[in-house]
């Protein structure tokens, strides 16, 4: 008994040595995390970048205005 058990762990350590499908979804992860970043930083400078300008419209057409 002690035998087949022990072929049944090794089979079963065997295997989970041999499945990658936890690492690829772990790397899918990881990449789709560092696109999120990425997007985020992206928007965050475009959104500044887009308010210094709208605010210095907004003071042009104020002194045309006044």
């Known amino acids: 008994m002690q035998m087949l ?6 089979k079963f350590v065997a295997r989970f040595a041999h499945d990658e499908s936890g690492a690829t979804a772990i790397e ?6 560092g696109i999120a970043v990425a997007i985020i930083v992206a928007v965050q400078s475009i ?3 887009l308010d210094i300008m709208f ?6 057409v104020d002194t045309t205005v006044n």
């Not at 899918?28 to 995390?33: D, E, K, R, T, V």
């Not at 605010?55 to 042009?60: L, V, Y």
């Open 28 to 33: 899918y992860g990881l990449i789709a995390s």
């Open 47 to 49: 959104g500044t970048k």
């Open 55 to 60: 605010d210095a419209i907004g003071m042009k």
């Open 5 to 10: 058990d022990y072929l049944i762990e090794t």
